[in-house]
């Protein structure tokens, strides 16, 4: 079993639509979650990262954690073409816990459409 | 914000010869940047963890005398893919954490636009 798991999709929505991108985990030793956009032949940029299970806000951005159900989703509001990406989610041990490695899903491609 | 700069970001070699990867930090300094390799529609999987003036740190099944990693200063490692093979093609990715990091140990990266290598 991977110890994250996403759905590659793609994901197609209309323009203005919400997106909900999904991950599951395995590792209980996970601190903290990522969420990163990556364009085709890019490297990925961070849009988010969360702590503790709730919500967090930012933007268009909504990221969701659910530690009991290992559960963490990030979502979109108002979806545009430029949205169109790879999402990838990550999670991540604190240096202080003795490791410094995110580990990736597999990223979920995006299409928004006109 | 934070830039990594990655270089080159395309290059095709022929069969058994070796190709050098430079990641660089713009704008600050990283006494740690890690190298990921990245299939189609695959995730980032992580190569080896670049320490600045020690040995790199490999990940399981990576050769380390394969995938060359030097640290030589704050601001740059470097990736030589040694002997390459076509089964190298692939796309390689740096990342680096920033010294100042984050007060609350999240390792918060920033990514390097990648290298596409194609081996002939």
């Known amino acids: 079993q991977k110890e994250v798991e996403q759905d590659p999709g793609p994901l197609s929505v209309p323009e203005g639509a919400i997106v909900s991108l999904n991950c599951t985990y395995s590792n209980s030793a996970f601190q903290y979650f990522m969420w990163y956009r990556q364009y085709s032949r890019k490297g990925p940029e961070l849009l988010m990262y969360?702590?503790?299970?709730g919500n967090k806000e930012d933007g268009r951005f909504t990221a969701q954690v659910d530690k009991s159900s290992k559960y963490i989703s990030l979502f979109i509001r108002d979806s545009q073409p430029s949205d169109s990406a790879t999402y990838l989610c990550a999670g991540g041990i604190g240096l202080t816990g003795g490791g410094n490695k995110l580990t990736f899903g597999t990223g979920t491609q995006l299409k928004v459409e006109l | 914000g934070a830039v990594v700069s990655q270089h080159p970001s395309r290059v095709i070699c022929k069969s058994g010869t070796s190709v050098k990867i430079e990641c660089r930090s713009l704008d600050f300094q990283a006494t740690t940047m890690f190298w990921y390799r990245q299939f189609p529609k695959q995730s980032l999987m992580l190569m080896a963890t670049?320490?600045?003036?020690?040995?790199?740190?490999?990940e399981q099944g990576v050769e380390k005398d394969k995938f060359l990693i030097n640290h030589a200063s704050l601001t740059l490692s470097t990736l030589t893919v040694t002997s390459a093979h076509p089964e190298d093609s692939s796309f390689y990715i740096c990342s680096a954490r920033d010294v100042a990091g984050s007060s609350s140990g999240a390792n918060v990266l920033t990514f390097g636009a990648g290298s596409r290598l194609t081996v002939l």
């Open positions: 969360t702590y503790s299970s």
């Open positions: 670049s320490n600045e003036g020690s040995k790199a740190t490999y």
